[in-house]
Nanobody, 131 residues
Framework: QVELVESGGELVQPGGSLRLSCTAS????????MGWFRQAPGKEREFVAS???????????YYADSVKGRFTVSRDSAKNTVSLQMNSLKPEDTATYYC?????????????????????WGQGTQVTVSS
């Protein structure tokens, strides 16, 4: 049984930092896309950042415009994990953050941000940015 488990969400002040982690079990996603989405109350789930294997130990990284320059996504293939370092957090970053993994190795760039291209999801971790 495949399972994705997130951790690291909490209450943080504006301008602060958090690091989210997601560990997959049940199968390896070393050569498959893994990333992060988020959903705020009353809003649709939206893309945050993701990674696509491009060979060897290299991954192409993708970001939503709203988080570019503030968030960094990273992969550890050996540990079957994906992480999200979030800096300069803003109140509008408040949401439940979900880890996601795809079983389609050949996703192209335009397909990476689409929720329908991910097959497995974590249960979510709450990030609240407030003073």
């Amino acid at each position: 049984q495949v399972e994705l488990v997130e951790s690291g969400g909490e209450l943080v002040q504006p301008g602060g930092s958090l690091r989210l982690s997601c560990t997959a079990s049940g199968r390896t996603f070393s050569n498959y896309p893994m990333g992060w989405f988020r959903q705020a109350p009353g809003k649709e789930r939206e893309f945050v950042a993701s990674t696509r294997w491009i060979g060897g130990s290299a991954f192409q990284k993708y970001y939503a415009d709203s988080v570019k320059g503030r968030f960094t996504v990273s992969r550890d293939s050996a540990k079957n994990t994906v992480s999200l370092q979030m800096n300069s957090l803003k109140p509008e970053d408040t949401a439940t953050y979900y880890c996601a993994a795809s079983t389609t190795r050949g996703l192209i760039a335009s397909e990476i941000p689409k929720t329908g291209n991910y097959d497995y999801w974590g249960q979510g971790t709450q990030v609240t940015v407030s003073s």
